[in-house]
């Protein structure tokens, strides 16, 4: 097995032991020690790992070397409960996280009808809220409330009837009892989050551990030993399922899961149960298309923080009872109804790198580097770790899996390690002394009496916007949308501190940004994705090397590709720009100064420029996102003249003007000289107009530009 496979083995496994052991804290122990949302996260990872690598789920280590943990569907019971065999098994529905993953499992459903001659029934679904709370299976005989259990491993669970009996939603006896000769029905045991803030509250001043959420304090109050104490926590029920009923003689005929023809679908079988006296749930609604079970989805997501209790989803159920018998399950869900879970605030993925932000006022920000995810409803690749004494804190280290946090449109935190998931490679990351984004030496220094560090150089972030200014502009990147003040707000908000961050960006980080909405932050992602074509110029002067703007860029660029041609001129098929960039790199101070037009001081600061790890590390990293394009400087209508361009032009911008003359085999400069051949000047055309006329320079419009290159305006 190559190397590659056996680490991901590796992962898979260690995903397993530490899904296992989260599970048992959540369902068995109802103390988690991560959120609902984390461990979903983690699930995930392990089952897309094992869908993808059959082998990691067949060859594990640690003892599950068949079958996986995934295939479990709850907790073993506690000890301390008696134990209750299920009569019909508990299942639970699968998770689905988005609108193309809804189409798929719709897909599935049709599919399995058509396979069951079921094509020309009528498709209904049942949509109900997902109460984030506790299972709980209720059996009554003659009426009467005999059994309550939670789900367990959803063969054998827990016998909590004592405790059931206190929840005032739980009907001790039915309606129309003398109707029922037995019924088993399932449902969620909640509580309110008004009622967790004062129990936490009173908690709190006793010196006791806060329960984490209303989900927790529901688990743990059904489950407690003495039911007073259940009892005197206001605990409440919603049923949502008939998982048997049969009748009494008299009444046979009249309804039942079992032979009777009266509950033919989910929305009739909640209407049953509330005529038996069970509390439902009402917010239930049944559509005909995959549209508007996204538009309940997506109002529901909005509203879901306004109810009492909690909710972590939708679940959706095939509404005809005589499909979903069809239907059947898997090993461990139903095929006819999924969990519709959603966004996640929080997720887990793996931190890749810390780099540093660098503050309006100089103030150091470490920035976590993430493996994309997806978070709240968008894809981030970026996290705050805010000051060294949280990364100090956290006990965060680059190879970590890390539970990360999105609340809002703020930049994700990474909340908690997951040090299960370590494999001794993650070392402590050390704080630099240094950070090049501040300008001058990069060195830092501590704020006296704070946590935070900042950098000697006073006007070092000011330096940064000019350079990221500089790099997107037309005359460098041209990223269409990336001016000045997005740019800041990008590098205040800490997701970007140098050049190669712009072209990590993904949708999701820039939806966290002020004033970003989906259609502009589609639009930046298109302009980045394109303007990774760039001339070599263009990059060399998009980089801000002291002395050297486009002309120069321009003049090393020609010297070094036709270098690389042997002295040719000759445009290339097959340019090889990241080859001419390590000449560039590796070239003598000497041999910067033989380019005409680059003296001395020119050539020293482009020599010590690319001999700074950091300066070279940054094209590098550049590298891995850009194309370099060969200039086309070979021969051409305007071979041996010199333009300089002034004032505004009619229809050209001035660097579509300029790469017009390099195309045409000519040079641009920026200042007028005797050398000069020609000055197009435009409307307001400054000082070089005068210099020109002074100089005997001959001046000429665009219009004559334009015809000069055989263009007709």
């Not at 399950?329 to 997720?347: C, H, I, L, N």
């Not at 700074?612 to 850009?626: A, P, T």
């Not at 307001?684 to 320079?697: F, I, N, P, Q």
């Amino acid at each position: 097995m190559v190397k590659i496979a056996k680490d991901i083995i590796k992962r898979a496994d260690t995903l397993r032991k530490t899904v296992e052991r989260h599970r048992r804290l959540y369902h068995t122990l109802d103390k988690p020690e991560i959120t609902d949302e984390a461990y979903d996260s983690l699930v995930r990872e392990l089952e897309s790992l094992e869908r993808e690598y059959p082998e990691a789920r067949l060859q594990g280590y640690g003892g599950f070397t068949s079958g996986s943990v995934l295939d479990r569907v709850g907790g073993e019971p506690l000890k301390e409960f008696t134990k209750v065999k299920h009569k019909v098994r508990q299942w639970s529905f699968d998770d689905i996280f988005d609108f193309d993953e809804l189409v798929k499992w719709d897909e599935k459903v049709k599919n399995f009808m058509d396979k069951a001659g079921l094509s020309g029934e009528k498709l209904e679904y049942c949509c109900e809220l997902k109460i984030d709370g506790l299972k709980v299976v209720l059996t009554y005989e003659d009426g009467k409330l005999i059994q309550s259990a939670t789900r367990g491993d959803g063969t054998v669970g827990e016998d909590v009837t004592l405790n059931a009996k206190t929840i005032r939603s739980i009907p001790l006896n039915l309606n129309n009892s003398e109707k029922i000769k037995s019924l088993i029905t399932v449902g969620e045991v909640w509580i309110g989050k008004k009622e967790l803030e004062k129990i936490n509250e009173q908690r709190k001043k006793d010196g006791e551990a806060l329960f984490a959420n209303s989900r927790n304090l529901a688990a743990g109050s059904l489950r407690q030993l003495d039911p007073k104490v259940t009892a005197s926590r206001k605990l409440d029920a919603f049923m949502y399922d008939i998982d048997g009923m049969t009748m009494s003689r008299l009444h046979s005929a009249e309804l039942g899961r079992n032979g009777a023809d009266i509950i033919i679908t989910q929305d009739q079988e909640l209407k049953l149960l509330s005529k038996l006296g069970f509390k439902t749930n009402e917010h239930f609604k049944v559509f005909d298309s995959l549209k508007g079970i996204q538009e309940f989805y997506e109002n529901w997501t909005k509203k879901r923080h306004e109810l009492d209790y909690g909710l972590d989803g939708i679940v959706i159920k095939i509404n005809s009872r005589k499909i979903q018998e069809a239907l059947g399950y898997t090993g461990k869900s139903p095929r006819w109804g999924v969990a519709y879970k959603f966004p996640a605030e929080q997720v887990t993925t793996i931190l890749e790198d810390i780099v540093f932000q660098v503050g309006r006022t100089g103030v150091i920000t470490p920035v976590a580097v993430l493996s994309p995810v997806r978070v709240a409803g968008s894809t981030v690749s970026r996290a705050t770790l805010h000051n060294e004494d949280e990364i100090k804190r956290l006990d965060v280290r680059i190879g970590d899996t890390v539970i990360i946090q999105k609340a809002g449109d703020v930049i994700p935190d990474i909340v908690q390690v997951v040090t299960e998931m370590r494999t001794g490679k993650e070392k402590p990351f050390k704080w630099p002394t240094h950070v090049p984004a501040c300008g001058g030496d990069g060195k830092i220094e501590r704020v006296l009496g704070e946590s935070a560090w900042r950098c000697v150089s006073k006007d070092s972030f000011e330096q940064q916007k000019r350079r990221f200014h500089y790099f997107t502009s037309r005359k460098c990147f041209d990223i269409d949308g990336l001016g000045p003040q997005i740019l800041n707000q990008l590098i205040e908000e800490g997701l970007i501190s140098t050049f190669d961050d712009i072209f990590t960006l993904k949708k999701g980080d820039l939806l966290n940004v002020p004033r970003f909405a989906e259609k502009s932050a589609d639009n930046l992602i298109v302009a980045i994705e394109k303007s990774k074509n760039i001339t070599l110029a263009r990059f060399l002067s998009s980089l801000s090397i002291p002395q050297v703007g486009e002309e120069t860029a321009y003049d090393v660029a020609k010297h070094f590709q036709n270098n690389l041609k042997n002295g040719t001129g000759i445009k290339s098929k097959n340019f090889d720009g990241t080859a001419v960039i390590e000449k560039i790199i590796s070239a003598k101070k000497e041999e910067f100064q033989s380019i005409y037009g680059v003296g001395e001081v020119v050539a020293q600061s482009i020599y010590e420029w690319f001999k700074n790890s950091d300066n070279r590390k940054l094209v590098s990293n550049l590298l891995k996102y850009v194309v370099i394009q060969e200039e086309d400087s070979a021969g051409g209508i305007l071979e041996g003249k010199s333009f300089v361009f002034t004032g505004s032009l009619p229809t050209l911008e001035r660097e579509t003007a300029q790469a017009m003359v390099r195309k045409n085999g000519g040079d641009v400069s920026s200042s007028v000289s005797k050398k000069t051949s020609y000055v197009v000047a435009g409307e307001e055309a400054g000082s070089k107009l005068d210099t020109a006329r002074e100089l005997g320079v001959k001046i000429i419009s665009e219009e004559e530009f334009l015809k000069m290159i055989g263009k007709k305006n």
